[in-house]
């Protein structure tokens, strides 16, 4: 089973923040009399550690890119990715003692089968997205093909791959556009020719913050086959112990 919490602050506070006290954690707001926790140079690890024990009533200055969902347990690989892993893995042990008695084909078959060989018309552009002040990974970044309805989002580590068809080049050049709330949007111009195998993007923050008391709303779920059987079997456990 895994965690996650949504961070928000449904009403901003109108309160200047240079003019509040300097406190141990932040600011302490003379009307409100409240402490303001300042989450805007924490990291994602650090916020996460923060809200495991949280006290009842938060108020907090964050990066409006920070006002998102966090998982408090990196979502494990789907239970069914690892049974066709495992099965896949059986077949290649299997078939390669056939494959072994195959004859050794000679270097003139080789390089026949070379000459016919196409090389794949499709590039892959892919990389992962950082925060540029802290080198965080950015999850959930939108990368789409500039007018164009194509794209794809980071995963949990900021992570991305997106398949290019060569169509989809003019004048053998493609623009792809990056945006996420609180982050300022990036265009990348990519050449045909001259694609890296992997990426590294920093997106600057708009330096945009809000303070306010947070709403923060907790959710566990079950995000694989394993975790829902062990789930089911518990209860059914519980159900005989106590008929």
């Not at 164009?148 to 169509?167: A, C, P, R, V």
């Amino acid at each position: 089973m895994s965690k996650k919490f949504s961070v928000q602050i449904p009403e901003p506070c109108s309160e200047d923040w240079e003019q509040m006290t300097p406190h141990e954690k932040g600011r302490f707001c003379e009307a409100c009399q409240t402490s303001v926790i300042d989450f805007s140079k924490m990291s994602q690890s650090e916020i996460i550690a923060f809200f495991k024990n949280p006290p009842k009533k938060v108020c907090g200055r964050f990066q409006t890119h920070q006002l998102t969902t966090y998982h408090t347990e990196k979502p494990e690989s789907n239970f069914l990715t690892k049974i066709v892993a495992l099965l896949f893995g059986f077949q290649v042990v299997s078939i390669s003692p056939i494959l072994a008695q195959k004859p050794i084909e000679t270097q003139q078959n080789q390089e026949k089968k070379q000459e016919n060989f196409e090389i794949p018309t499709n590039l892959v552009f892919k990389g992962q997205v950082l925060v540029n002040e802290d080198s965080s990974a950015l999850r959930g970044v939108n990368i789409h093909i500039k007018d164009k309805n194509i794209g794809t989002q980071t995963d949990y580590d900021g992570n991305f791959s997106l398949e290019l068809k060569s169509d989809y080049f003019v004048n053998n050049k493609l623009t792809i556009v990056l945006s996420f709330v609180g982050m300022i949007s990036k265009e990348i111009i990519l050449e045909k020719n001259s694609i890296d195998t992997s990426y590294k993007i920093f997106l600057e923050e708009d330096h945009n913050r809000l303070s306010g008391e947070l709403v923060v709303t907790y959710i566990e779920y079950y995000d694989n086959l394993w975790d829902r059987f062990r789930n089911w079997w518990r209860n059914q456990s519980y159900t005989r112990k106590n008929p």
